[in-house]
């Protein structure tokens, strides 16, 4: 399984659009950060054909530690969650099976 990172995204951007590497990569960057602001905003942020962020508060609750079995409270927290679209789903489904 390979990783995807964000020079190889921005090297993408430069090979499709033809902008600069420079410009390709402060895209990249503007992107990213404008999905990050609406997420941290509490805003949900959907991508057509792709797939939607959430937010969501977790509420406390009751843990317990593998090793002595005692019980420990965990603390409320946000978690980010991601909803793959119908369009994704579909695409994934036909891809073909990695290489191992």
């Not at 951007?13 to 999905?35: D, F, H, K, M």
């Not at 593998?66 to 579909?90: C, D, H, M, W, Y």
Request: net charge positive; no cysteine; hydrophobic share 40%.
């Amino acid at each position: 399984m390979q990783t995807i990172t964000r020079a190889q995204l921005a090297e993408a951007i430069y090979a499709e659009l033809g902008l600069s590497r420079n410009e390709s990569a402060q895209l990249l960057e503007t992107v990213l950060e404008t999905i990050a602001a609406s997420l941290e905003a509490g805003e949900a942020v959907k991508i057509s054909s792709f797939g939607t962020f959430v937010v969501r508060q977790k509420g406390t609750r009751i843990g317990r530690n593998p090793k002595t079995g005692v019980e420990v409270p965990i603390a409320p927290r946000k978690v980010l969650s991601f909803r793959p679209s119908q369009v994704l789903r579909q695409r994934l489904a036909q891809a073909p099976a990695p290489r191992a």
